[in-house]
Nanobody, 118 residues
Framework: QVQLVESGGGLVQAGGSLTLSCAAS????????FGWYRQAPGKQRELVAV???????NYLYSVKGRFIISRNNPKNTVDLEMNSLSPEDTAVYYC????????????WGQGTQVTVSS
């Protein structure tokens, strides 16, 4: 089992920055990929950014160049630095951890609200 705890959400003005943090505990040795997802009201949850154990990243097109995902393997933490925020980035952000293997299990944090005011 892996437990994920997010922090760092809040209210920010458009153009501002926030950094979300996710701390993993438990069987973290099994985790291959960490990711950040978000879900806005009335919309489906979408993948924002992912990073694997090798540090390879991938981003949602609309956040490329504005968001940076980083991972500290010894500390089992993953951060999402968000810059140039816009109201369209308003959502609940969730940390995700996916196991390696043929039948990977997903773990989710409780979510943290990010609200960007115009």
């Amino acid at each position: 089992q892996v437990q994920l705890v997010e922090s760092g959400g809040g209210l920010v003005q458009a153009g501002g920055s926030l950094t979300l943090s996710c701390a993993a505990s438990g069987s973290t040795w099994s985790i291959n990929v960490f990711g950040w997802y978000r879900q806005a009201p009335g919309k489906q949850r979408e993948l924002v950014a992912v990073i694997n154990t090798g540090g390879i990243t991938n981003y949602l097109y609309s956040v490329k160049g504005r968001f940076i995902i980083s991972r500290n393997n010894p500390k089992n933490t993953v951060d999402l630095e968000m810059n140039s925020l816009s109201p369209e980035d308003t959502a609940v952000y969730y940390c995700n951890a996916r196991e390696a293997g043929a039948f990977p299990r997903d773990y989710w944090g409780q979510g943290t609200q990010v609200t960007v005011s115009s």
